[in-house]
């Protein structure tokens, strides 16, 4: 259990969420005593179940339709909206954040932060200044392609992950070449303020890979254990990495685990779907992420050390959904309407919470196995 710091929740004002799935951030809002208009592109039932308002906006390729966005912001009644939240859908489109700013305040890291972070060769600068291992990169095309990886600046949730020895096309300008690291993928969430960082929790995170996208993201369990020295590794570099590009609120870095090295991958400088790994028995999350953006604090946060796991269930064959089909208690992100689903198209997302890792683990993956 760990102490920090939280915000009292502020009856009748709003928050704005926007990501590509927002219902994770949409419910610890709700938990922390706000209202919520949710932006996302999907707006599943428990989304709108949670939201006063759901607004729906396509998104292509994780990245949202930036002209249909900011119409549904200048949509909103700004004057009981306290602020903007975000999640993934943003790395790729910093300047779309920064036009966000300019019609609400941003509750999360500026167009500057995720430009500075996201960069490849500054956030692999930053790592051999502090002594912290990272995967060599390249902007051009190794000679031997059989252990590197084609990824895309600011590319989230693996899908945009590729192997270079099958990848075809010429690099575009967003691309680049990462040497492939062998380990246990991790993951870090923390909280960042001008004050303090503290860790929040690591994950062990797992790919749902298939002949397309090997490296698409499958799931996470928190609460792992690491030793002593991985621990202070994760801790050091989300201390100095938050000074470096300026990080607040709830963030979270990706690495591997390599006997007992820690091998870092990137920093996710936006609101984390860990967070939804995370049961406070006190205080909120994101009521925590709102103080760090320098709104009077209080204490205790207080969080269970019940371990939680979350599994995403892609669409494996071609199917149709009915809207009115009935789900497991622990089944989330239902779709909204009745829906064909293509093969690779993210379906729902199946939860478990155990005692331990392990069967935390084994029963979010035995449940997505019978979905």
Not at 63 to 91: K, M, N, P
Not at 266 to 291: C, F, Q, W
Request: net charge negative; glycine share 6%; aromatic share 8%.
């Amino acid at each position: 259990m760990m102490p920090t710091t939280l915000l009292a929740p502020m009856p009748n004002k709003t928050l704005v969420i926007v990501a590509i799935s927002s219902r994770p951030y949409v419910k610890a809002a709700k938990d922390a005593g706000f209202d919520v208009i949710a932006v996302d592109a999907f707006v599943d039932q428990d989304t709108q179940a949670m939201a006063k308002q759901c607004i729906q906006v396509a998104c292509t390729g994780h990245r949202f339709d930036a002209q249909a966005l900011l119409r549904a912001l200048d949509a909103i009644d700004s004057a009981d909206v306290f602020g903007v939240c975000y999640g993934a859908g943003f790395e790729a489109q910093p300047d779309l954040l920064a036009s966000i700013s300019q019609r609400f305040r941003l509750l999360g890291n500026s167009a500057d932060t995720i430009k500075a972070s996201k960069h490849p060769e500054i956030f692999a600068a930053f790592c051999h200044a502090n002594q912290f291992l990272t995967p060599a990169i390249s902007m051009n095309q190794p000679c031997v392609l059989d252990d590197w990886l084609v990824k895309e600046v600011g590319g989230s949730g693996g899908a945009h992950i590729q192997w270079a020895s099958a990848y075809q096309a010429p690099l575009k300008s967003n691309q680049y070449f990462q040497q492939m690291q062998i380990g246990t993928p991790v993951s870090c969430l923390f909280l960042a303020s001008e004050q303090d960082v503290q860790v929040i929790g690591m994950n062990e995170q797992w790919v749902d890979a298939d002949k397309h996208t090997p490296f698409k993201y499958g799931g996470a369990v928190s609460q792992i254990i690491l030793s002593a020295h991985l621990v202070e590794t994760f801790k050091r570099f989300v201390s100095l990495a938050s000074k470096q590009f300026n990080l607040k609120g709830l963030n979270s870095v990706d690495a591997v685990v390599d006997g007992e090295q820690l091998v870092m991958l990137e920093i996710n400088p936006r609101l984390s779907a860990t967070v939804d790994l995370y049961a406070p028995e006190k205080g909120t999350l994101m009521a925590s992420h709102v103080s760090a953006f320098g709104i009077e604090a209080m204490p205790t946060l207080v969080l269970s050390t019940q371990s939680k796991a979350h599994h995403i269930v892609y669409a494996h064959q071609p199917v149709q959904i009915a809207k009115d089909k009935i789900w497991p208690e622990w089944v989330s992100d239902i779709p909204g309407q009745s829906q064909y689903f293509e093969i690779g198209m993210p379906i729902c997302t199946v939860t478990s919470s155990a005692d331990n890792v392990q069967e935390a683990k084994h029963l979010v993956q035995a449940r997505a196995g019978i979905i």
